[in-house]
């Protein structure tokens, strides 16, 4: 595969330096990085709360679609036509603003952690000697400053969030497809 104009895209392997020295997730590593969360408890459970919502609300257009198809369509019945299709599309709707909502939350946490983590290596960076300067590389300091910590907020809002919803759609699925019909969802 090659981007335009350019050369083709080779993939990128880990030297044996990089292997050495990439970081071990370990239970020490992990209670690092939720050290970053932990002043944003509530601001995590709006989220959590958002992401149950939207999973719960994700189900109504398909069960409204089923309803609308199994009872008026099937049934012939006008009426009930005209209030499901309303419904439907404000179902719709509101999936699509509970997900914007969403998205905006993660946006915003992941943008303080970010801001917390850099603040602090800036401040750890202002208290190093100078020789720290002249024997470490600087491409090693500007890369954790900015690729690493990218990283980290990469993980906040894509991984861990999509982590936590897919885990939820699951679980209002499989409660839905229960209620409807256990032997069915068995």
């Not at 050290?35 to 109504?60: M, R």
């Not at 369509?73 to 309303?86: A, F």
Request: proline share 5%; aromatic share 8%; with cysteine.
């Amino acid at each position: 595969m090659r981007p335009p104009g350019g050369p083709p895209l080779r993939p990128r392997f880990l030297t044996e330096e990089e292997k050495q020295n990439k970081p071990k997730v370990d239970g020490t590593f992990l209670k690092r990085i939720f050290s970053y969360l932990l002043p944003y408890k509530l601001q995590l459970a709006v989220i959590f709360l958002i992401n149950l919502v939207s999973a719960g609300i994700g189900l109504l257009p398909s069960l409204i679609t089923a309803r609308i198809v199994d009872g008026a369509l099937y049934g012939e019945d006008l009426r009930l036509l005209l209030i499901l299709i309303p419904l439907d599309a404000a179902a719709l709707v509101g999936c699509g603003l509970i997900q914007m909502a969403q998205r905006y939350m993660n946006s915003w946490l992941s943008q303080q952690i970010i801001y917390d983590m850099k603040n602090q290596m800036y401040e750890h960076l202002q208290q190093m000697s100078h020789s720290f300067f002249t024997t470490e590389p600087q491409g090693d300091v500007i890369t954790r400053m900015t690729s690493d910590i990218e990283g980290v907020q990469t993980v906040l809002t894509e991984t861990l969030t999509t982590l936590v919803s897919n885990i939820l759609v699951i679980v209002t699925t499989a409660i839905a497809l229960f209620t409807i019909n256990w032997k069915l969802a068995l």
